[in-house]
């Protein structure tokens, strides 16, 4: 299901870049900054999701090492 997903959501990225061309093409200023700023959004949100998923791996690491080390002693 994941790698549907994904797919899905890189055919949709591809699709808006090309859009984004063409706007630019067909002097269709607005609607190509538009564009621009929701790919903005995407990859921000992408980023933020990413930034979130590394800092919950780090948290319970850093609990497991804790945890570790209190039974080794």
Do not use: P, W
């Not at 630019?24 to 979130?52: C, D, E, S």
Request: proline fraction near 0%; glycine fraction near 6%; include cysteine.
């Amino acid at each position: 299901m994941r790698k549907i997903l994904s797919r899905i959501g890189l055919g949709l990225l591809l699709l808006i870049i090309a859009a984004v061309v063409l706007c630019f093409y067909f002097n269709q200023f607005t609607y190509a900054y538009t564009l621009l700023v929701v790919l903005l959004f995407i990859f921000g949100g992408m980023g933020q999701m990413y930034k979130l998923k590394n800092d919950e791996y780090m948290y319970s690491r850093h609990n497991q090492k804790d945890e570790y080390e209190e039974y080794t002693r």
